[in-house]
């Protein structure tokens, strides 16, 4: 199988840059995808195929990759941002596509 | 409005069966393939598998198989997550949500699923 690791939290004051990251081997190969979930609700899309946006999510989320690192960037953070975050890509084992998910970063406004 | 619609709470106890139903609306059911995550309580997101609605072709998580049925009525555009031999630990919230090869959009409201004896 393959394993996404993110940190469990992250903390930033309003208005500053938060940074979450999502390492896996060789994750420069694969398509990352992000996901915001705030408490009680389902996930919710807001970064596809590493840096693309869906239509109606803010420009303040951006997606980058290094070789081994996604980066999930959120400018100007908004109270209305705290959130688990979690990372997802695909692999194949026994000829299939299978998915995985990060184990999520809480991401805390102070 | 293209959305995922859930079926409601269940409780069971352990050893017996769940089946989850996931209605599609504002699109049909057919041209995307529907995948089922799950839950626990204050955990992450655990992928259980996919289906082609079309085909009817599965395609169960490592650590599902043996236990899941992913079926579909296209006929009523409805997809349905069958789990079996229920445990204490497979108490979670089960979500349906569309595939399109980037990403899961959009994500059922989710079904909770409670396991005890």
């Known amino acids: 199988s393959y394993v996404l690791t993110q940190p469990p939290s992250v903390s930033v004051a309003p208005g500053q840059t938060a940074r979450i990251t999502c390492g896996g081997d060789n994750i420069a190969s694969k398509s990352v995808h992000w996901y915001q979930q705030k408490p009680g609700q389902a996930p919710v899309l807001v970064v596809y195929?590493?840096?693309d946006r869906p239509s109606g999510v803010p420009g303040r989320f951006s997606g980058s990759k290094s070789a081994n690192t996604a980066t999930l960037a959120v400018s100007r953070v908004e109270v209305g941002d705290e959130a688990d975050y979690y990372c997802?890509?695909?692999?194949?084992?026994?000829?299939?596509?299978?998915?995985?998910f990060g184990g999520g970063t809480r991401l805390t406004v102070l | 409005q293209e959305q995922l619609v859930q079926s409601g709470a269940e409780v069971k106890k352990p050893g017996a069966s769940v089946k989850v139903s996931c209605k599609a609306s504002?699109?049909?059911?057919?041209?995307?393939?529907i995948n089922w995550v799950r839950q626990a309580s204050g955990q992450g997101l655990e992928w259980m598998g996919w289906?082609?609605?079309?085909?009817?072709?599965?395609v169960y998580g490592q650590n599902f198989q043996g236990r899941v049925t992913m079926t579909r009525d296209t006929s009523i555009n409805t997809a349905y997550m069958e789990l079996s031999d229920l445990r204490s630990e497979d108490t979670a919230v089960y979500y349906c949500a569309r595939g399109r090869g980037v990403g899961f959009d959009p994500w059922g409201q989710g079904t909770l699923v409670s396991v005890s004896s």
């Open positions: 195929e590493d840096s």
């Open positions: 289906m082609n609605p079309n085909t009817g072709k599965a």
């Open positions: 997802q890509v695909w692999y194949t084992w026994d000829s299939n596509i299978h998915w995985v």
């Open positions: 504002g699109y049909s059911l057919s041209n995307h393939e």
